[in-house]
């Protein structure tokens, strides 16, 4: 789905807390709805049962003084035969029978409610979904990779990483590997 709101002043907006929001609302609507738990991966991939199973994008639009800001979001419903390749990532939350229109409606009603809330009430939400506290993480940023533990996320949804240099925050790039045990 793609939801577009139109008129948002985009330089007043933070995308890095849009993107957290409607992962907080989407993981919130599925359970609610279709009692499914699904867990975040920072930043913007939801996970079910440690196969991704949606992402998220956000981006603003602009043009002839008019502008948009625009929330794709891709969630695998229903079961599929995925290539072989990527069986071991992907996944489904295997509801081939479900009222997507309610799903959808859910998620939108949630993401507007959370939109409402003080982010530091969306940002513990988002800790308490999160599949990577205290997990050992690759982190891809700008052509490099940087080894560390997740220690958390800071009030504005950085990811906190405990690495060789010590702790260290970051606000883009990609989790390219977990490791599924914490740290001893």
């Not at 933070?14 to 279709?34: K, L, P």
């Not at 939350?93 to 799903?103: E, I, R, Y």
């Amino acid at each position: 789905m793609t939801l577009v709101l139109p008129g948002v002043k985009l330089k007043q907006l933070d995308a890095g807390q849009v993107t957290i929001t409607m992962a907080v609302a989407t993981a919130q609507a599925i359970s609610r709805t279709v009692r499914r738990e699904v867990r975040i991966k920072w930043v913007n991939d939801l996970y079910y049962l440690q196969h991704k199973v949606a992402g998220i994008l956000v981006e603003g639009w602009q043009q002839d003084g008019q502008s948009a800001l625009m929330i794709g979001l891709g969630l695998n419903l229903m079961s599929a035969d995925y290539p072989l390749a990527l069986q071991k990532k992907v996944g489904s939350l295997a509801l081939d029978q479900v009222d997507k229109a309610s799903l959808v409606a859910a998620i939108i009603e949630r993401f507007f409610y959370l939109q409402t809330q003080p982010f530091a009430q969306v940002m513990s939400i988002y800790r308490n979904l999160s599949c990577l506290q205290h997990r050992n993480v690759i982190l891809q940023v700008a052509g490099q990779q940087i080894r560390g533990q997740v220690t958390g996320f800071d009030q504005h949804g950085g990811i906190q990483l405990e690495t060789d240099q010590g702790q260290r925050t970051f606000y883009s790039g990609e989790v390219i590997k977990v490791n599924v045990l914490p740290k001893q």
